[in-house]
């Protein structure tokens, strides 16, 4: 299957690009005019990935995901998807995945907290340990979702602590191992500070 993913740079949606490469599929990305440093820094892991192409590509697509609300309508493709962390009614968004906080490899973070939807959490906030998933294992499941039967619906993750028994969307949650996750990452922020600055 063929994925066409804006902003394939960003933290977020190179996650999702990386997903779908492991699971076998071509990705075509759009990303912005300019890219941020860190921006550029992804792109060199994604852009040589035989299955990479920038740009549209003169087919149609299985889905076009874009983040934040970011695609472009004019491009053929079978579903439009569009990845938030925040609900948005606009009618030309046909479906919408809401995400919950994300942590991961090369997020915007310092040693204490992490850079989320512009607000700064500390690392042992109640909040981040409730609420907060893997960005790996999300965007595994987000690409799973895209290469299903066809029939997207608008779903929302939680953690399995949190999530809710009834929803105005499907509902994914899932587990994970906080501490472990946040020890390797403290390991490799410290390995690779430079990037991350």
């Known amino acids: 299957m063929h994925f066409l993913v804006s902003q394939c740079y960003s933290w977020e949606g190179y996650h999702l690009v990386q997903a779908l490469l492991e699971d076998g599929h071509e990705v075509s990305g759009l990303h912005g005019q300019s890219l941020s440093d860190r921006e550029t820094h992804l792109s060199m892991y994604i852009g040589r990935h035989a299955m990479f192409r920038e740009g549209v590509q003169d087919t149609e697509y299985k889905a076009h995901v874009s983040f934040f609300g970011t695609a472009e309508r004019s491009v053929e ?17 046909e479906k919408q995945i809401l995400l919950p906080i994300l942590y991961g490899e090369w997020m915007a973070r310092d040693e204490e907290a992490v850079q989320w939807h512009g607000k700064r959490i500390l690392f042992d906030d109640e909040y981040f340990h409730r609420n907060a998933l893997p960005i790996k294992s999300v965007m595994q499941t987000i690409s799973k979702l895209l290469s299903g039967d066809g029939s997207m619906n608008n779903y929302r993750f939680y953690t399995k602590e949190v999530c809710p028994e009834q929803e105005d969307r499907a509902v994914i949650a899932l587990t994970r191992n906080i501490k472990d996750d946040l020890s ?7 390995q690779f500070r430079f990037f991350y600055e």
């Open 77 to 93: 493709s079978k579903h439009h998807i569009d990845i938030s962390y925040a609900a948005d009614d606009t009618p030309e968004l």
């Open 184 to 190: 390797s990452l403290h390991k490799h922020y410290a």
